[in-house]
């Protein structure tokens, strides 16, 4: 089964999003193993430069990398319809030996070199959006995404 492992800075701070997730986790268990891990906030961070940050942001995201396969989610990547993003995703299933890590960043986002380093630049939306609500748009995407490829009537 295809893996996805969602990685992402900062725990569900609302009981909304942690319903929401849990609602789209389920939805997505027919398509593929979906993983998500919250990396603790940085302490201190109000003390640290946004170049710092990002570093020390990313020191951490590494490590709970499983795929060679990197997205990053940034308002600065590709736009997709939703036609376009299922494509994207049997691309992906396709060239990424079974599993993708899907990357969304801090409070400042990714850095340039992250950015580069990565497969894909995915933007979900030319607006920023809080971390809280990138979740379950992510997710909702993804099972939107499947179910176009599956055929099913979810996107209709």
Known sequence: MFRIN?????T?????VDD???????????YASVRID???DIKKSKNLSK???????????EKYLKSNYRIALSDKGKKYRSEQFARFLSDIMQKSQGSVDFVIGGVYGLSKDFLTDSRSILSLSPMTMSHQLIRPVLLEQLYRGFSILSGTKYHK
């Open 6 to 10: 969602i990685i992402t800075l900062g």
């Open 12 to 16: 569900n701070k609302n009981a909304w």
């Open 20 to 30: 929401a997730v849990a609602h789209y986790l389920k939805l997505l268990k027919k």
């Open 38 to 40: 919250y990396i603790p």
């Open 51 to 61: 170049n710092e940050l990002t570093d020390q942001e990313e020191k951490l995201i």
